[in-house]
């Protein structure tokens, strides 16, 4: 592993940006680019329910990091590598398949795509868990948290642009380089050796029959259907109702961006200040009132600061939920169990997509943000349970 603390946190960041590179394609235009090929809204969340497939299974991809040490390189590198190559692959290919006329080649792709990101991401996460102190989880995690909100920042408009004045294979092309960031930091790093208290147990897994762990899951999975949910409806809504083009689409995801990079920031320090369960009173607080405003938007003009507010809301909950989680994770199947909690957000998210888009095809927009709003509060009745710790024993 890099002995430089900066280093280490820069190759994390860095991880974290490939992912949000994606995230900018997906969050400004995949629903736009679908809508112009005739996909309704409908078919826009299947696809990507489709395309979140792999982060829900990554489980699978956690037991293996956890107990197989690949090549003897590590538990956790060579798995970074591969998925980094399978994601650059992808983008290549990407631009030769047209969802007009092979949607499930395109969904197929997609999944591809991104089981590659799951494998990464799943074993990043692990190796955050091997090597972060658990005082340090609320700084590490803004630094991912950021590091991916910094990509959709950067890419955001230039991707918006490349497709309204270049092309879609410019699109892809771009973000299959900006993919290759990371490999330098993690060609050079090394493993150390796993203490023999952190090798992989089945019986750690019994930690899944803890009630508090149980809540854990089920307010990550309210989260992440609210935030995903919201997020996939904010551009074709502006867009339907202010008529904005892709090129400020793109523009709109820059400041939500923006936001969520100061929203990983705010989710971190929440944590460290106030602690776990002020944090997350928080953290709902502010994507309930950031949601209300987008149902409400009432021009053009005051739509700007109110998707940054949400690209606040979004990453607070985000690295709120992800710190929570280290502190709950059992060592000896770190990147297993982490992989687990966030399985569950996936399906979370998986949810959201498409009943989002089908509130908005059958009920129209407003009311799919107050639905995305109400459901905020279904995660009220589980704080008892996370954040007593005598219901740990449970």
Same mark, same amino acid.
């Given at each position: 592993?890099?002995?430089?603390?900066?280093?280490?946190?820069?190759?994390?960041?860095?991880?974290?940006?490939?992912?949000?590179?994606?995230?900018?394609?997906?969050?400004?235009?995949?629903?736009?680019?679908?809508?112009?090929?005739?996909?309704?809204?409908?078919?826009?969340?299947?696809?990507?329910?489709?395309?979140?497939?792999?982060?829900?299974?990554?489980?699978?991809?956690?037991?293996?990091?956890?107990?197989?040490?690949?090549?003897?390189?590590?538990?956790?590198?060579?798995?970074?590598?591969?998925?980094?190559?399978?994601?650059?692959?992808?983008?290549?290919?990407?631009?030769?398949?047209?969802?007009?006329?092979?949607?499930?080649?395109?969904?197929?792709?997609?999944?591809?795509?991104?089981?590659?990101?799951?494998?990464?991401?799943?074993?990043?996460?692990?190796?955050?868990?091997?090597?972060?102190?658990?005082?340090?989880?609320?700084?590490?995690?803004?630094?991912?948290?950021?590091?991916?909100?910094?990509?959709?920042?950067?890419?955001?408009?230039?991707?918006?642009?490349?497709?309204?004045?270049?092309?879609?294979?410019?699109?892809?092309?771009?973000?299959?380089?900006?993919?290759?960031?990371?490999?330098?930091?993690?060609?050079?790093?090394?493993?150390?050796?796993?203490?023999?208290?952190?090798?992989?147990?089945?019986?750690?897994?019994?930690?899944?029959?803890?009630?508090?762990?149980?809540?854990?899951?089920?307010?990550?999975?309210?989260?992440?259907?609210?935030?995903?949910?919201?997020?996939?409806?904010?551009?074709?809504?502006?867009?339907?109702?202010?008529?904005?083009?892709?090129?400020?689409?793109?523009?709109?995801?820059?400041?939500?961006? %923006? =936001?969520?990079?100061? +929203?990983?920031? $705010?989710? /971190?320090?929440?944590?460290? @200040?106030? !602690?776990?369960?002020? #944090?997350?009173?928080?953290?709902?607080?502010?994507?309930?009132?950031?949601?209300?405003?987008?149902?409400?938007?009432?021009?053009?003009?005051?739509?700007?600061?109110?998707?940054?507010?949400?690209?606040?809301?979004?990453?607070?909950?985000?690295?709120?939920?992800?710190?929570?989680?280290?502190?709950?994770?059992?060592?000896?199947?770190?990147?297993?169990?982490?992989?687990?909690?966030?399985?569950?957000?996936? %399906? =979370?998210?998986?949810? +959201?997509?498409? $009943?989002? /888009?089908?509130?908005?095809? @059958?009920? !129209?927009?407003?009311? #799919?943000?107050?639905?995305?709003?109400?459901?905020?509060?279904?995660?009220?009745?589980?704080?008892?349970?996370?954040?007593?710790?005598?219901?740990?024993?449970?």
């Amino acid at each position: 592993m890099l002995q430089n603390r900066s280093l280490r946190y820069t190759m994390f960041a860095l991880l974290y940006f490939t992912q949000g590179t994606i995230l900018s394609y997906f969050t400004a235009l995949n629903a736009l680019y679908l809508l112009s090929r005739g996909i309704s809204m409908t078919n826009v969340g299947i696809f990507a329910t489709i395309a979140l497939l792999p982060f829900v299974i990554k489980i699978f991809l956690g037991m293996l990091s956890d107990k197989v040490n690949l090549f003897g390189m590590g538990h956790r590198k060579p798995y970074i590598l591969i998925g980094l190559g399978i994601q650059t692959i992808c983008l290549v290919i990407a631009p030769f398949i047209n969802p007009a006329t092979a949607y499930w080649g395109f969904a197929g792709l997609a999944f591809i795509l991104q089981l590659g990101m799951a494998l990464y991401d799943t074993c990043t996460d692990g190796l955050a868990l091997d090597t972060t102190p658990l005082e340090e989880k609320g700084k590490i995690q803004g630094f991912m948290v950021g590091g991916r909100a910094v990509g959709v920042v950067i890419t955001a408009s230039a991707v918006g642009l490349l497709a309204e004045k270049v092309s879609w294979a410019a699109v892809f092309w771009l973000l299959a380089a900006l993919t290759l960031l990371p490999l330098p930091f993690v060609l050079s790093s090394k493993e150390a050796e796993r203490p023999v208290e952190r090798s992989f147990n089945w019986g750690a897994f019994a930690a899944f029959k803890n009630l508090r762990v149980i809540a854990l899951a089920v307010m990550g999975l309210l989260f992440f259907l609210i935030i995903a949910g919201t997020n996939q409806i904010v551009n074709p809504f502006l867009q339907q109702k202010f008529n904005i083009s892709l090129s400020t689409a793109g523009n709109f995801t820059t400041l939500w961006g %923006i =936001g969520a990079v100061l +929203g990983g920031v $705010l989710g /971190g320090w929440l944590i460290t @200040k106030f !602690g776990d369960r002020r #944090a997350t009173i928080g953290a709902l607080a502010v994507c309930l009132l950031s949601i209300l405003g987008l149902a409400f938007t009432p021009s053009l003009a005051l739509a700007w600061p109110i998707v940054f507010v949400f690209g606040i809301a979004y990453a607070t909950y985000q690295t709120v939920y992800y710190a929570l989680a280290m502190g709950f994770t059992d060592m000896r199947i770190a990147a297993s169990m982490f992989a687990i909690l966030m399985a569950i957000t996936n %399906i =979370g998210q998986g949810i +959201g997509m498409p $009943l989002s /888009g089908l509130i908005v095809d @059958k009920a !129209g927009f407003v009311t #799919a943000f107050l639905v995305m709003g109400a459901i905020n509060f279904l995660a009220i009745p589980f704080f008892p349970l996370v954040f007593n710790r005598k219901a740990a024993q449970a």
